[in-house]
């Protein structure tokens, strides 16, 4: 009994850093917590009397099993109706990183910016990225987890961060900024203000819906100022079936839109030089159930 209560405990330790890991390779909360669950099964399930870093060895399985996840998903991604978003989690960390470079870092790895670029790298390179970027691995223990030489996952390592750096937004946004200008968004939005609206956005805004074919949204990428207005004041009329509450969602303040209680439809900006590059829409209610929990997520 104090054998199964201490390993246990010992999973328990570790499991933020795994879920961390998974969902950064997944892209879906659901996913990872599945990931985890069979990395616990793994874990209880076997003796474990040559184990000497447990953090380690977790963290190999996880990975693992998180690439033959990913490998399987990108395969049903082809099929998946209209755009593919990262499913939103929550970040409000609160005092629980009060280490403001280390609440960057997390809040940096988890975007939805980054979390779309990483959908780009190969299921191995997305791995080394995620251990080495945003948990700090060294290449030692990132070759031990990939079963592949130091040199490889180096390789593997600059080939990612290249990637990412040429295709993530290059700019930062001043938390206040954002905040005024979501807010200031909702406000012509709701109001079906046309004007107000163009004033906001990039004249290269582009707008992506994730429905999964289960909900209203774009099925296809809306580009361009105009076209991106319209459809917002095209849909203003519904504004008052709906409750919007301000939240945190990885990372950057975003929009969550209740209907009678429910979460219906979660949106974030994407903004730089005080205007609307982006406006990202999740409406698929697979990826909706988590963003009420009054803790984050990750």
């Known amino acids: ?39 616990w099964l793994r874990w209880s399930g076997q003796e474990r009397t040559d184990v000497r870093e447990p953090r380690a ?43 403001t470079a280390e609440r960057a870092v997390l809040a940096d790895s988890v975007s939805l910016a980054v979390l779309i670029v990483l959908e780009s790298l190969s299921p191995l390179e997305r791995a080394v990225f995620v251990l080495r970027e945003a948990f700090g691995f060294p ?19 600059g080939r990612a961060r290249r990637h990412v750096e040429e295709r993530r937004p290059r700019y930062d946004v001043d938390p206040a900024e954002r905040r005024d200008l979501t807010e200031r968004f909702l406000a012509a939005a709701g109001g079906g203000d046309m004007e107000a609206l163009i004033g906001l956005l990039a004249p290269d805004v582009r707008l992506v819906g994730d429905s999964g074919g289960k909900a209203k949204a774009p099925l296809r990428v809306v580009e361009g100022a105009d076209k991106v207005a319209r459809f917002f004041t095209g849909v203003a009329g519904d504004a008052a079936l709906y409750e919007s509450r301000t939240v945190e969602i990885n990372g950057a303040v975003a929009l969550l839109f209740l209907r009678e209680g429910k979460p219906d439809l979660v949106l974030q900006l994407e903004i730089a030089d005080g205007k609307v590059r982006a406006v990202h829409i999740v409406r698929n209610p697979d990826k909706l159930s988590g963003v009420t929990s009054e803790r984050p997520a990750l």
Do not use: K
């Open 57 to 99: 060895y977790l963290v190999r399985i996880t990975t693992r099993l998180a690439i033959d996840r990913l490998r399987q998903a990108q395969s049903r991604r082809e099929a998946y109706v209209g755009p593919w978003l990262p499913e939103p989690v929550v970040t409000d960390y609160g005092p629980a990183a009060p280490d």
């Open 1 to 39: 009994m104090a054998t199964e209560t201490t390993s246990t405990d010992e999973f328990e330790r570790h499991r933020s850093v795994l879920t961390g890991v998974a969902y950064r390779m997944l892209g879906r909360f659901a996913d990872a917590e599945d990931v985890v669950q069979e990395a």
């Open 139 to 157: 290449f030692g223990e990132i070759a031990a987890v990939l079963d592949r030489s130091e040199t490889a996952v180096r390789q593997l390592a």
